[in-house]
């Protein structure tokens, strides 16, 4: 048997974050009726996602981490087959995130000008393109 990496306290807290976040992705996703703020909610996801990254080993198939939401209700939506994959932006908190992906996005696209951006309102629960 492998020893955890973690201590005892925060491989509690690991149990607790992937359960908390999979209780609210259901009544987010599945219920529409969520108790969390999305500030609540991304900084518990943001929490174990450090642990995560910190301690691979603990990583698991299930782990919120992994997924977005929750599979939604049988027949809910229609399945779209994208030519050029539709690739999620991340979480921006503060300015040195937006700086961060300004210089990905730079680095990708090979193109060091000044890139005009344009913000708008997040719309939860739904992906534009």
């Known amino acids: 048997m492998v020893k955890s990496p973690l201590t005892s306290s925060e491989n509690k807290r690991v149990l607790y974050l992937r359960a908390e976040l999979n209780k609210h992705n259901y009544k987010y996703y599945i219920l529409n009726d969520p ?3 999305d500030f609540e909610y991304d ?5 174990l996602i450090a642990f995560e990254k910190q301690y691979p080993s603990i990583v698991t ?3 919120p981490t992994l997924r977005v939401g929750i ?3 049988e027949g809910a939506l229609k399945n779209y087959t994208r030519v050029i994959p ?3 932006l991340g979480n921006a908190f503060n300015e040195s995130d937006i700086i961060e992906f300004d210089g990905r996005v730079k680095k990708l696209t090979g193109d060091m000008s000044d890139i005009l951006y344009t913000v708008e309102p997040k719309l939860d629960g739904a992906a534009v393109e």
């Open 71 to 73: 599979s939604p209700i």
């Open 35 to 37: 108790d969390v703020s």
């Open 43 to 47: 900084s518990m996801m943001q929490e």
């Open 61 to 63: 198939s299930d782990s």
């Open 86 to 88: 539709m690739l999620s």
